[in-house]
C-alpha cells in the first residue's frame, strides 16, 4: 500500500471507530477498577513510552518556558477531563456519556465569546448554541427526575465539569504559540495527567480496590494499546495527509460509534429521544463551526 491517501483515509476511518469505542471499554474497565488509577496508568504507561520512543528518534524536549504550558493543557485536557469521563461511566451508560461529550464545541464558544466579549458571534453560532442547548434538554429533561433521585446526577456533574475543563484546555492552548513538535508534547500532556491522576487515585485510597480480572485488564489494554497509542498515531499522521477541518469531523462519527456498540454489546437504552438528541446536537456542533469559519473569514478580511 504505497498510497500516502489511502493510508491516510484508513487512519481516519481508525480513528472515527477506535474512539468511538474507548467510551465501551471505559465503562467495561469502571465495573471492576476504581476511576482514577485505571485513568492514570493507562496515560502514564502512554506518555512513557511515546516520550521514549521520540527520543530515541531525535525529537527534542521542550524549552523550559514551553514545559508549562504544555503541563497545563495536559492537566486540564487529559488528567481533569478525561478523568472525570471515566469517573462519570461509573453512573452513565457509555453512549450518553459520548453524547454529552459532543456539547464541547459549544462550550469552547462560549468560553471565548465571553473572552472577546461576543465579537466572533453571528447567525450560525447563535442557532448552533440554541440547536445544541434544545438536545441537551431532550436528554435530560424527560428523565430529570430519574436524573435527579438516582446515581446519574453524579455522572452529569461529573460530565460537566469534564467538557468545561476540556474546554479551557482547549482555548488556552489555542492561545499559546508552541514551537514543541504536537507528538512531544502530547507525549508530556500524556505523562503529567497520568502521574496527577495516578497520584489522585493513591491519595483516595483506590489502591485497595485495584484488582484486574479479565474484563477490566482487557479494556485497560485495550485504552492503552488501541485508544491511546495507535488511536493518536493514526490521528496525528492523518491531519498531516488530510485537511485537519475534515480530520475533525471524527468528532460527528465517535458520539454514533458509541451509542451503537454501547447497545450492541452492553444493552444500553436506545430511546428515541436520545437518537432525536444525538442528530440535533450534532447539528448545533456543525453550525457553530461553520460560524466561527466564517468569523475568522471576517476576521481576516477586516485585517487586510
Given at each position: 500500500?504505497?498510497?500516502?491517501?489511502?493510508?491516510?483515509?484508513?487512519?481516519?476511518?481508525?480513528?472515527?471507530?477506535?474512539?468511538?469505542?474507548?467510551?465501551?471499554?471505559?465503562?467495561?474497565?469502571?465495573?471492576?477498577?476504581?476511576?482514577?488509577?485505571?485513568?492514570?496508568?493507562?496515560?502514564?504507561?502512554?506518555?512513557?513510552?511515546?516520550?521514549?520512543?521520540?527520543?530515541?528518534?531525535?525529537?527534542?524536549?521542550?524549552?523550559?518556558?514551553?514545559?508549562?504550558?504544555?503541563?497545563?493543557?495536559?492537566?486540564?485536557?487529559?488528567?481533569?477531563?478525561?478523568?472525570?469521563?471515566?469517573?462519570?461511566?461509573?453512573?452513565?451508560?457509555?453512549?450518553?456519556?459520548?453524547?454529552?461529550?459532543?456539547?464541547?464545541?459549544?462550550?469552547?464558544?462560549?468560553?471565548?465569546?465571553?473572552?472577546?466579549?461576543?465579537?466572533?458571534?453571528?447567525?450560525?453560532?447563535?442557532?448552533?448554541?440554541?440547536?445544541?442547548?434544545?438536545?441537551?434538554?431532550?436528554?435530560?429533561?424527560?428523565?430529570?427526575?430519574?436524573?435527579?433521585?438516582?446515581?446519574?446526577?453524579?455522572?452529569?456533574?461529573?460530565?460537566?465539569?469534564?467538557?468545561?475543563a476540556w474546554s479551557l484546555g482547549s482555548v488556552y492552548s489555542k492561545y499559546k504559540k508552541?514551537?514543541?513538535?504536537?507528538?512531544?508534547?502530547?507525549?508530556?500532556?500524556?505523562?503529567?495527567?497520568?502521574?496527577?491522576?495516578?497520584?489522585?487515585?493513591?491519595?483516595?485510597?483506590?489502591?485497595?480496590?485495584?484488582?484486574?480480572?479479565?474484563?477490566?485488564?482487557?479494556?485497560?489494554?485495550?485504552?492503552?494499546?488501541?485508544?491511546?497509542?495507535?488511536?493518536?498515531?493514526?490521528?496525528?499522521?492523518?491531519?498531516?495527509?488530510?485537511?485537519?477541518?475534515?480530520?475533525?469531523?471524527?468528532?460527528?462519527?465517535?458520539?454514533?460509534?458509541?451509542?451503537?456498540?454501547?447497545?450492541?454489546?452492553?444493552?444500553?437504552?436506545?430511546?428515541?429521544?436520545?437518537?432525536?438528541?444525538?442528530?440535533?446536537?450534532?447539528?448545533?456542533?456543525?453550525?457553530?463551526?461553520?460560524?466561527?469559519?466564517?468569523a475568522k473569514i471576517k476576521i481576516i478580511k477586516n485585517s487586510t
Amino acid at each position: 500500500m504505497n498510497n500516502p491517501k489511502l493510508k491516510a483515509y484508513l487512519a481516519y476511518t481508525s480513528i472515527c471507530i477506535v474512539w468511538g469505542t474507548t467510551y465501551l471499554a471505559i465503562r467495561v474497565g469502571v465495573e471492576d477498577l476504581p476511576p482514577w488509577l485505571f485513568a492514570g496508568f493507562r496515560w502514564t504507561a502512554a506518555g512513557l513510552f511515546f516520550l521514549i520512543v521520540l527520543r530515541l528518534k531525535g525529537f527534542k524536549f521542550p524549552l523550559k518556558q514551553e514545559l508549562v504550558p504544555i503541563m497545563i493543557v495536559g492537566i486540564l485536557l487529559l488528567g481533569v477531563a478525561n478523568g472525570l469521563v471515566v469517573v462519570a461511566e461509573q453512573w452513565l451508560p457509555s453512549g450518553l456519556t459520548a453524547l454529552l461529550i459532543t456539547t464541547i464545541p459549544l462550550i469552547i464558544t462560549i468560553i471565548e465569546l465571553i473572552f472577546t466579549r461576543g465579537k466572533s458571534y453571528n447567525m450560525f453560532i447563535v442557532l448552533g448554541l440554541l440547536a445544541g442547548s434544545f438536545g441537551i434538554y431532550l436528554i435530560l429533561g424527560g428523565s430529570l427526575e430519574d436524573i435527579v433521585e438516582g446515581d446519574y446526577i453524579y455522572g452529569v456533574i461529573s460530565i460537566f465539569f469534564g467538557v468545561t475543563a476540556w474546554s479551557l484546555g482547549s482555548v488556552y492552548s489555542k492561545y499559546k504559540k508552541l514551537t514543541t513538535h504536537p507528538l512531544m508534547s502530547a507525549a508530556i500532556q500524556m505523562l503529567t495527567a497520568g502521574v496527577i491522576q495516578t497520584g489522585l487515585g493513591f491519595a483516595l485510597g483506590e489502591w485497595e480496590r485495584f484488582y484486574f480480572t479479565p474484563e477490566s485488564l482487557g479494556a485497560y489494554l485495550y485504552l492503552l494499546f488501541v485508544g491511546s497509542l495507535f488511536g493518536y498515531a493514526a490521528y496525528i499522521y492523518a491531519i498531516s495527509e488530510l485537511p485537519v477541518s475534515f480530520v475533525a469531523t471524527y468528532a460527528y462519527i465517535n458520539p454514533v460509534i458509541a451509542l451503537f456498540i454501547g447497545w450492541l454489546f452492553l444493552d444500553e437504552v436506545l430511546t428515541f429521544n436520545l437518537i432525536t438528541a444525538a442528530f440535533v446536537i450534532l447539528f448545533g456542533v456543525y453550525l457553530v463551526n461553520r460560524g466561527n469559519k466564517q468569523a475568522k473569514i471576517k476576521i481576516i478580511k477586516n485585517s487586510t
